[in-house]
């Protein structure tokens, strides 16, 4: 919205300064932050005095888990709130791709919103019904990926890019928009997965979402891609304001989330964030880099996989408890120490990720 300003310039005045992306990535950063900030508190006490006894605590899962009874849910309404309000604010709102990832996020958001209203208020751990949650997420990320294949540039469009082999595309034909859609989807679900002790999952979609924001920045700009020899996506550099929106708004979540959490972000955050950063992959053409940058995430989701599917088959556990953070936590791991070496694992394999853009 900010960036129509520019209509008043004259090319040497303040108003200019809105054409730069980098700019209004950082007042949307500042932004977010000040959005969580201000409506941290008073949506915590809203949430509080609503759910009564907050987030139902799985009796099955770690002892220590039992002292956060009565700890709301529903937090991930701040973050979505700080990221939507920021974008809609400092993008710029002709770009489809921008719409896109917003459009992901809020859907997601949505089904994130009634799992958890259907958890708080049963006071039952089994919300939405699994396969119904599956089936609108499927739904949301194939209209995603036939969205984002629509603006591609016709050279990319229904092709896969692969990191390090920079000259090859795949061509998947109809099969790409599946692809994207599981892609989406998966990420949603790997992150809600992640979401389980207070501060892991935030600080890693963080971490995932500056680094693709990055990357998008990158193939969105003509000379960075003749330079490293990338795949040129046009608008993809607007996303960068919006991962600049969510780092903002998470680390306002992530003041109220810290040990021991005054708020969970629940599946309203976690199913939206994971969203998004699928979109946005997705959307830049690095579908593949985000299973590096998110490694985390596949890591907690294949747990919980090949704890289910070697259960089914031998009766036994691979693992002591899934997804794996619980299985650390079982093994006498304090919980700030799990999550701050996830942190660790998480940055690594950001670095990893970029690192795909000169490789080759």
Known sequence: ???????????????????????????????????????????????????????????????????????????????????????????????????????????????????DYAKVSKQTASGVPGKLRLLLGFAISAVAGYWATAYHPEALQDRLALPVFKDTLIYMGYLFVPFATIVIVGAANAVNLTDG?????????????????????????????????????????????????????????????????????????????????GAIAVAAKHEIVLAIVGGLFVAEALSVIVQVLYFKRTGKRVFLMAPIHHHYEKKGWAEPQIVIRFWIIALILAMIGLATLKVR
């Open 197 to 277: 002790l207070d501060g892991l999952a935030i600080m890693p979609v963080m971490i995932a979402a500056a680094t693709l924001g990055i990357i998008a920045y990158t193939v969105g700009r003509v000379d960075f891609t003749d330079y490293l020899d990338l795949h040129y996506v046009p608008g993809t550099g607007e996303l960068l304001i919006f991962t600049a929106a969510l780092f903002g708004g998470g680390l306002g979540f992530l003041w109220y989330n810290a040990p021991p959490a005054a708020v969970f972000m629940g599946d309203t955050g976690s199913l939206a964030l994971g969203g998004s950063l």
């Open 1 to 115: 919205m900010l960036y129509w300003l520019t209509l008043l310039s004259d090319g040497g005045d303040v108003f200019n300064l809105f054409r730069y992306i980098t700019f209004r990535a950082g007042g949307a950063f500042l932004t977010a932050l000040l959005f969580g900030f201000l409506f941290g508190p008073p949506l915590i006490n809203v949430l509080r005095r609503r759910q009564g006894k907050g987030q139902p605590i799985r009796h099955d899962g770690p002892e220590t888990h039992l002292t956060k009874t009565g700890t709301p849910t529903m937090g991930g309404l701040l973050i979505v709130g700080a990221l939507v309000t920021s974008t809609l604010l400092w993008a710029r709102l002709d770009n489809p791709f921008v719409w896109l990832v917003l459009f992901v996020t809020v859907a997601f958001g949505a089904i994130g919103f009634a799992d």
